[in-house]
């Protein structure tokens, strides 16, 4: 490829989305990906998990994150991907908080059988629609988390917020339970985009929320962006961005949509000639970018971004971020132990676990007394040696061989010799440039810094074309 076409340009991004995009390609949220995780692992392989994760006072004291999910929501958003359930019928949603207490009692016998008590720092509570519940049900689910969590100990409390179902007098409510942070899905503020996606939530609704009085309530306020949506248009997600920026959050999250239709089948409601194609979306996502980098936001890792004052942007610069699935946190790496249907806890650097899908079968594990446990994976030393690489790539869009070479006391360039000569292809492309000890991801690399961890996963391996 010649100089003078290696600058940072559309054309150039396109051209290279050509060679480099395959229909598979991992966005690296747990590695390896949950397809590879077996459901031949469940309950007891877990508490032994949990043990090992306590097993010495060292890590008795390690901070651990709680997610906690609900599944439930009001309205289907045509885009969503995640495990949700649409229901105007409130009386499932408290069936399904007791069957979410019931298993809240289960581990916190299981911790107080096993004199554990699990040092949790962070809280998110995500779904689904945490703000579905009800005053009174909000009020017993903190009780009921009070049994297993010291809220002493919170540092991060988050809650997803569905700007439709939320006033300023329930933010204010949210915090006086301790939540601190509180993150918005904007998606995209375009009506004609809303209406394509049956999600309207004009920038008004926002406004009339974010106001100071409300902010100062919460250390932090994130927004989850989509890029990808039916009718976007360059213009149009231009205006959505320069929105974003006007409304000032401390994070945002700016995502690519999965179209699943195999297994979210109201995506095919969504009009598939409206959807921009992968090189449209790919151009979208570089122009907002740009956007969010010239107004004073730091990028971090692919998709996310903090203003240069946040916690996270600052622990960004001091190479103290961690990525662990629910997005990136400043400091030290926790643990994560995930609750309610769907949810998954990775607990030791071995192990991954993940609670049933489906409502059936998560009440009928709990009506037999077991946690809810779908299925599972053991990592093995190499796999946990190509996540350390996929996740500091992703995250700091640079490697450094000696610090891998130390903690897992290996040669790199030996270990990885068949990879480092794979990686010579997105060299010659200017994507990325390998040294003695390190490898640096260029601009124009990070956009493709899912395909250049590919070569280093095992299970959905990069192939060349
Ligand atoms: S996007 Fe959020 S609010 Fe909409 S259906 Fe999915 S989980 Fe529910």
């Given at each position: 490829?010649?100089?003078?076409?290696?600058?940072?340009?559309?054309?150039?991004?396109?051209?290279?989305?050509?060679?480099?995009?395959?229909?598979?390609?991992?966005?690296?949220?747990?590695?390896?990906?949950?397809?590879?995780w077996s459901e031949k692992l469940k309950e007891e392989d877990y508490k032994n998990a949990l043990k090992n994760l306590f097993s010495t006072d060292y890590k008795k004291k390690a901070p651990l994150l709680l997610y906690v999910h609900i599944p439930y929501?009001?309205?289907?958003?045509?885009?969503?991907?995640?495990?949700?359930?649409?229901?105007k019928d409130y009386e499932q949603v408290k069936r399904y908080l007791d069957?979410?207490?019931?298993?809240?009692?289960?581990?916190?016998?299981?911790?107080?059988?096993n004199g554990i008590t699990p040092n949790f720092h962070d809280i998110h509570l995500g779904g689904g629609s945490p703000t579905y519940l009800k005053e009174e049900d909000f009020d017993s689910l903190i009780e009921k988390l009070k049994s297993i969590v010291d809220f002493k100990n919170i540092r991060e409390f988050t809650i997803e917020i569905d700007p439709r179902a939320v006033t300023g007098e329930t933010l204010k409510y949210y915090h006086s339970k301790g939540i601190n942070r509180i993150s918005l899905g904007i998606q995209d503020f375009d009506p004609e985009v809303q209406k394509a996606v049956n999600r309207i939530q004009p920038v008004e609704l926002i406004e009339k929320l974010l106001t100071p009085e409300i902010r100062k309530n919460f250390s932090g306020v994130n927004f989850d962006i989509l890029c990808g949506l039916p009718r976007q248009t360059r213009e149009s997600f231009r205006k959505t961005i320069e929105t974003v920026i006007k409304l000032s959050p401390d994070r945002i999250c700016n995502v690519f949509v999965t179209y699943a239709t195999s297994y979210r089948k109201h995506q095919k409601l969504i009009k598939e000639k409206e959807v921009p194609d992968i090189y449209e979306r790919t151009i979208l996502f570089y122009e907002s970018v740009q956007t969010l980098i010239k107004n004073g936001y730091v990028r971090i890792g692919f998709d996310h971004f903090a203003k240069s004052t946040d916690q996270l942007a600052k622990a960004f610069s001091n190479k103290s971020i961690h990525w662990n699935g629910l997005g990136y946190r400043a400091g030290e790496f926790m643990d994560t132990i995930g609750i309610g249907t769907s949810s998954a806890s990775r607990v030791t650097p071995y192990y991954y676990s993940q609670n049933y899908y489906e409502?059936?079968?998560?009440?009928?594990?709990?009506?037999?007394?077991k946690l809810p446990?779908?299925?599972?994976?053991?990592?093995?030393?190499?796999?946990?040696?190509?996540?350390?690489?996929?996740?500091?790539?992703?995250s700091f869009f640079s490697l450094d061989f000696?610090?891998?070479?130390?903690?897992?006391?290996?040669?790199?360039?030996?270990?990885?010799?068949?990879?480092?000569?794979?990686?010579?292809?997105?060299e010659k492309d200017n994507l990325l440039n390998v040294s003695d000890d390190m490898i640096d991801i260029t601009e124009l690399g990070k956009y493709f810094i899912y395909q250049i961890c590919q070569v280093f996963d095992t299970y959905i391996p990069y192939k060349s074309k």
């Open positions: 490829m010649n100089d003078a076409k290696n600058e940072l340009n559309e054309k150039l991004i396109i051209e290279l989305m050509k060679k480099y995009n395959d229909d598979l390609f991992p966005m690296y949220v747990e590695f390896p990906h949950k397809s590879f929501c009001p309205k289907q958003c045509w885009f969503c991907i995640c495990y949700s359930k649409v229901t069957y979410l207490f019931r298993e809240i009692d289960m581990l916190k016998k299981f911790f107080d059988e409502l059936p079968l998560y009440e009928k594990a709990i009506d037999e007394g446990i779908y299925r599972g994976y053991k990592m093995n030393s190499n796999d946990v040696i190509r996540r350390e690489i996929i996740h500091t790539m992703r000696h610090k891998i070479e130390q903690l897992y006391n290996i040669k790199f360039k030996e270990y990885f010799k068949k990879e480092l000569k794979t990686l010579q292809i997105f």
